[in-house]
């Protein structure tokens, strides 16, 4: 198990530093302090050959090309202090109402103009035993930052274990209750970029998803995915719905199972490489995206091919627009309540 620093350039002022965790399995995760960014994965296939099987840059330039910023995917960053969408940027708690940024059109979108991905995160330190190595990351963001109520303070830590696991462990507190959910925006393609994600086959446990407005943000509705193209209880290659849903999927699964409970939520696997990502997480639930806004302007440095449908993610995170519906779960953090989730990506290759 190793763990080593790089720099990897600065940003307003601020030295931004690279993090490099590997196990004793030839998986590679890197980190940047820079949104707290996974820039690459890499881990083998059935046969041994290594590539990386992430979207991302080995540069931060890259994060800052003008294809990357009109295109804005958010590639691998932790987001915050709200994943995905909020109604016209409006909230109301504890009898307050809030607004918001509103950088999706009428809505508000993974933290606004400056969220959590376009800041530079403090390294807590750094760890490692025969099992674990370890990188642990916090943020400050104060009262006000983006109209959000409340001092709130993140730490989060990327953990690779012998096991394959790369574990996201996220901690908060604050002192006025405010919205929170983080997740992490990595985008998976098991084969290397190859090819798009349309033969991988996927596997999630959940039996609705939260159906969207007009302006592609839920608020409240729910649909059973049974006897529809979005049903992938039972493994199913993800090209076979795109018949009905040509676009893709943008869905937002609640899982079947109980809230907080750290359990195997989904599983993707690749036939060509043999490659296979397991999901555990403690989230209520869990936006399917496949890439459809995704510039095919986009590659990485090596000239790996980004794109439409070249990547897919898995953001477990709360509920889209959790703080304007009733009885999402834990869409809100309250002074004196300790934010804990925890979400593992695992890898293996057969």
Known sequence: ???????????????????????????????????????????????GDSSDIVCGFDSLDGYFADEYKANSPYFGC???????RIKDGKFTVDGQQHQVA?????????GGIRGFDKRVWTVEGTSQDDNNVTLTLSLDSTDGEESFPGNLNVV?????????????????????TTPLSLTNHTYFNLNGFQDNVLDHVLQLNSDRYLVPDDTNVPVGEEAPVAGTAADFNSPKRIGDAFNELPLGFEHY??????VGSLEKVAEVHEPKTGRKLEVLSTEPG????????TSDALKRESGAQFGQFRGFCLETSKYPNGPNIANAPNSVLKPGDQYRETTIYKLSWT
Do not use: W
């Not at 002022?13 to 399995?25: A, F, K, S, W």
């Not at 989060?156 to 006025?176: G, P, Q, S, W």
């Open 1 to 47: 198990m190793k763990i080593q620093s790089s720099p990897f350039g600065e940003f307003e002022g601020q030295p931004v530093e690279l993090y490099t965790l590997e196990n004793d399995n030839g998986v590679i995760v890197k980190i940047t302090t820079y949104g707290g960014t996974v820039t690459s994965i890499v881990t083998p296939d059935k046969n």
């Open 78 to 84: 932790l987001v915050g202090r709200y994943a995905a």
């Open 102 to 110: 509103t950088n999706d059109g009428p809505n508000h979108l993974h």
């Open 156 to 176: 989060v830590h990327y953990r690779l274990t012998n096991d394959n696991e790369v574990r996201i462990e996220y901690e908060a507190e604050t002192d006025k």
């Open 253 to 258: 699964y609640a899982f079947n199972k109980p």
């Open 286 to 293: 869990t936006l399917f995206y496949t890439g459809r806004y």
